[in-house]
């Protein structure tokens, strides 16, 4: 076990876990910020997508020990009201079905437009592509990002 100084949603947390422990589970189990979801533990489905120094990044695979003092935001760091721009165009545009993979998408989202305000539909596409909806809600995301693109 080791003493862990992170900075997650712009307030600094102490954790002591295992080096080798990932982010995902210091978030859920230890920090009780249950919106970053488990989904597959390889990095490849997107549920688990948090912001490391703003740019989206899987959760399941990243150690706590190679955090440093990089800045971490979770979906419940997006906005302490849900009023961030991606926030409420999932709302407008109903995107969720069963909810799973919402806080993964919403991040990859926000990530994309604070880098590229203004994304064609190929490089929303492109962003996307890595987060899995088994709902198939892949239209409406897009209509989503693209509208949050717009606010």
């Given at each position: 076990?080791?003493?862990?100084?992170?900075?997650?949603?712009?307030?600094?947390?102490?954790?002591?876990?295992?080096?080798?422990?990932?982010?995902?589970?210091?978030?859920?189990?230890?920090?009780?910020?249950?919106?970053?979801?488990?989904?597959?533990?390889?990095?490849?489905?997107?549920?688990?997508?948090?912001?490391?120094?703003?740019?989206?990044?899987?959760?399941?695979?990243?150690?706590?020990?190679?955090?440093?003092?990089?800045?971490?935001?979770?979906?419940?760091?997006?906005?302490?009201?849900?009023?961030?721009?991606?926030?409420?165009?999932?709302?407008e545009v109903d995107v969720p079905q069963c909810g799973y993979c919402q806080a993964g998408q919403i991040m990859t989202a926000s990530a994309l437009l604070?880098?590229?305000?203004?994304?064609?539909?190929?490089?929303?596409?492109?962003?996307?592509?890595?987060?899995?909806?088994?709902?198939?809600?892949?239209?409406?995301?897009?209509?989503?990002?693209?509208?949050?693109?717009?606010?």
């Amino acid at each position: 076990m080791a003493t862990f100084k992170l900075n997650i949603n712009g307030k600094e947390q102490e954790v002591d876990v295992d080096p080798s422990t990932p982010v995902l589970w210091v978030l859920r189990d230890h920090l009780n910020l249950v919106g970053t979801k488990y989904g597959c533990g390889i990095a490849q489905c997107g549920a688990c997508t948090i912001h490391l120094n703003g740019t989206a990044t899987r959760a399941c695979m990243l150690t706590v020990s190679s955090v440093g003092n990089s800045e971490i935001t979770t979906i419940e760091g997006l906005s302490e009201e849900g009023d961030h721009p991606v926030q409420k165009a999932w709302l407008e545009v109903d995107v969720p079905q069963c909810g799973y993979c919402q806080a993964g998408q919403i991040m990859t989202a926000s990530a994309l437009l604070e880098k590229n305000p203004n994304p064609s539909d190929e490089e929303i596409e492109m962003a996307m592509n890595g987060n899995i909806c088994r709902c198939g809600t892949y239209t409406r995301i897009k209509k989503a990002v693209k509208l949050a693109a717009k606010s």
